[in-house]
T-cell receptor, first 115, second 116 residues
Framework: DTAVSQTPKYLVTQMGNDKSIKCEQN?????MYWYKQDSKKFLKIMFS???????INETVPNRFSPKSPDKAHLNLHINSLELGDSAVYFC??????????????FGPGTRLTVT | AQSVAQPEDQVNVAEGNPLTVKCTYS??????LFWYVQYPNRGLQFLLK??????LVKGSYGFEAEFNKSQTSFHLKKPSALVSDSALYFC??????????????FGAGTRLAVHP
């Protein structure tokens, strides 16, 4: 029973294309996140939503657009893909949003390769 | 700037020996600290956290971590390493300036290799 799932697991595409990654969590959490892990395994937050509201929006090119249709889903759409977008993208979720330091639960990742 | 440092890219230890993976932090105020583990081609898994209370925190898979405020450290430890503990370990701290939200700042990761 997967807690945080992402599709697709692998995504190979050409420069200039537009692609989407989907994330779903069945933990009943209120908050979801997108992270980017680069080739050196460095992990950085991109966005976070709480109950469909954008609450964290890091310095990310506006080619990246998150969308949360409901609190269990958070999708990431990327326009005009560039070589530098190649990375592993992780979705995560946590209970609540603030203060108590809730741990985050991560999906399996989507490995995006731009050629 | 708020930051987390993991000074070792890799830690090698023999199976059965104790292991330590180091983490130091630099944040304003009282830190919320976390350890996560990443196995190959997998997402991160939560191991343990320190929010408040006892400085020694126990977590999953026999891991524990000690919060040391004077040394601004939160080292991960295990008394007896297993080959299956071999993975990439991340220390993280909650950004206190994230408007109260759970924005985590991650260290660069430490690769733990446990040899039979």
């Amino acid at each position: 029973d997967t807690a945080v799932s992402q599709t697709p697991k692998y995504l190979v595409t050409q420069m200039g294309n537009d692609k989407s990654i989907k994330c779903e969590q069945n933990l009943g959490h209120d908050t979801m996140y997108w992270y980017k892990q680069d080739s050196k395994k460095f992990l950085k937050i991109m966005f976070s939503y709480n109950n469909k509201e954008l609450i964290i929006n890091e310095t990310v090119p506006n080619r990246f657009s998150p969308k949360s249709p409901d609190k269990a889903h958070l999708n990431l759409h990327i326009n005009s893909l560039e070589l530098g977008d190649s990375a592993v993208y992780f979705c995560a979720s946590s209970q609540g949003v603030a203060g108590a330091g809730y741990e985050q639960y991560f999906g399996p990742g989507t490995r995006l390769t731009v050629t | 700037a708020q930051s987390v440092a993991q000074p070792e890219d890799q830690v090698n230890v023999a199976e059965g020996n104790p292991l330590t993976v180091k983490c130091t932090y630099s944040v304003s105020g009282n830190p919320y600290l976390f350890w996560y583990v990443q196995y190959p081609n997998r997402g991160l898994q939560f191991l343990l956290k320190y929010i408040t209370g006892d400085n020694l925190v126990k977590g999953s898979y026999g891991f524990e971590a000690e919060f040391n405020k004077s040394q601004t450290s939160f080292h991960l430890k295990k008394p007896s390493a297993l080959v299956s503990d071999s993975a990439l370990y991340f220390c993280a701290v909650r950004d206190p300036f994230s408007g109260g939200y759970n924005k985590l700042i991650f260290g660069a990761g430490t690769r733990l290799a446990v040899h039979p």
